[in-house]
Nanobody, 120 residues
Framework: QVELVESGGGLAQAGGSLRLSCAAS????????MGWYRQAPGKPRELVAS???????EYVDSVKGRFTISRIYAENTVYLQMNSLKPEDTAVYYC??????????????WGQGTQVIVSS
């Protein structure tokens, strides 16, 4: 079985910073891309940032220049460094990974979500 465990969410003031972490564990053979999504109340879930196994990164326009996604490959871990936070960043953030296990082909896995609240 494969599991994604998130940490680092919480409360921050506008202009502050938070660092989200997500570690994949279990029966893992290979991981393709990893990324972060977020969903605010009344809004659809959106891709915030992603990173491929080759290191290519993509960001939604609203976070470019403020957020940075990175990986520690040996630990199957992905991070999201969030700087210059805005109230509009308030949402539940979900870790996502495309993983091939030792017993099945590539499948999308999701973390349970971590709440980020940014106050003004």
């Amino acid at each position: 079985q494969v599991e994604l465990v998130e940490s680092g969410g919480g409360l921050a003031q506008a202009g502050g910073s938070l660092r989200l972490s997500c570690a994949a564990s279990g029966d893992i053979f290979s991981i393709n891309h990893m990324g972060w999504y977020r969903q605010a109340p009344g809004k659809p879930r959106e891709l915030v940032a992603s990173i491929t196994i080759s290191g290519s990164r993509e960001y939604v326009d609203s976070v470019k220049g403020r957020f940075t996604i990175s990986r520690i490959y040996a630990e199957n871990t992905v991070y999201l460094q969030m700087n210059s936070l805005k109230p509009e960043d308030t949402a539940v953030y979900y870790c996502n990974a495309d993983i091939k296990s030792t017993s099945s082909w590539y499948t999308d896995y999701w973390g349970q979500g971590t709440q980020v609240i940014v106050s003004s």
